[in-house]
């Protein structure tokens, strides 16, 4: 009944000792949705993602990917299932270059094959295609020519477009980008978007971006967007159904 459900979440609560970071989250992603997922500072939305992608265990509540629960399920393993994400603090391997960290699984995301492949290079499943699929991931962003500097040498935002794009690696069928806008330059975080849009347009996977600016996230085209306030889910509606809701207006525009 569900499987046409990209993700599914359903009275999620997540506490730590006595703090409630999500006290009640519920929404779905559809095949081919482009998400936003915003609010302040604190309110809940890496924890959130956190749980989604399987890095914390939630207190309570239900997580589906594709009608399947996968809230006890290891990282390694959601992501098995097309779920990919990135962090709000990016993490490249700064010595490395962009191409071989488009190549090596994300932390926390390695799995027993991928550690396996690293200690023996010659079981590599399909040594070819990841390289092909990683320069294509280089090509949808619209950076081939960054492909083989260091990423020590990349600035803040082509640091997060090289994040992005190894969260394309190993066929994803839902982005979950945690504010990879953040501290980027507007034009290039317009041009980020512009590609997320076009991805999504063009491939029929999902994205859910995490964004603080609400502003900003009402002018980059997404279809829907998640308003949460403390721990909880405020609104989901279009760009311009939150833009005109009063609630929304006062806990967060009005600020
Ligand atoms: N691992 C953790 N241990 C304890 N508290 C945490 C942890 N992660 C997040 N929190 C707290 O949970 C609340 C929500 O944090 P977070 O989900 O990071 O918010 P957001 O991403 O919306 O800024 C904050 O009060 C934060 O300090
Ligand atoms: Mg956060």
């Avoid at 390289?131 to 492909?147: G, I, K, R, W």
């Avoid at 982005?175 to 041009?191: C, H, I, R, S, T």
């Amino acid at each position: 009944m569900s499987e046409d459900i990209v993700l599914r979440v359903n009275n999620l609560k997540k506490e730590f000792g006595g703090l409630v970071a999500v006290k009640d989250v519920s929404f779905e992603i559809k095949p081919g949705e482009f998400v936003g997922l915003i609010g302040p500072n604190g309110c809940g939305k890496s924890t959130t993602f956190n749980c989604i992608s399987g890095l914390l265990n939630q207190t309570s509540g239900e997580i589906e990917a594709f009608g399947t629960d996968i809230s006890q399920m290891r990282p390694d393993q959601i992501q098995k299932l097309g779920f990919t994400r990135t962090f709000q603090h990016t993490r490249l391997w700064r010595q490395m270059t962009v191409i071989e960290n488009l190549l090596i699984p994300p932390r926390n995301q390695y799995s027993p094959n991928s550690l396996k492949s690293l200690f023996f290079p010659q079981s590599r499943p399909n040594e070819k295609t990841r390289l092909s699929n990683a320069y294509d991931a280089l090509d949808q962003l619209e950076v081939p020519h960054m492909a083989h500097n260091l990423a020590s040498e990349l600035s803040g935002g082509q640091s997060k477009l090289v994040d992005i794009g190894r969260s394309l690696m190993g066929d994803p069928q839902l982005l979950l980008l945690d504010e990879p806008v953040a501290g980027v330059a507007g034009p290039l975080a317009m041009k980020i978007f512009n590609n997320l849009r076009r991805i999504v347009n063009e491939t029929g996977i999902s994205v859910l971006i995490i964004e603080h600016n609400m502003d900003f996230i009402l002018r980059q085209g997404v279809d829907r967007i998640i308003v949460m306030n403390e721990g909880e889910v405020l609104m989901i509606g279009t760009p311009d159904e939150v833009k005109n809701n009063r609630e929304v207006i006062e806990a967060y525009l009005g600020e």
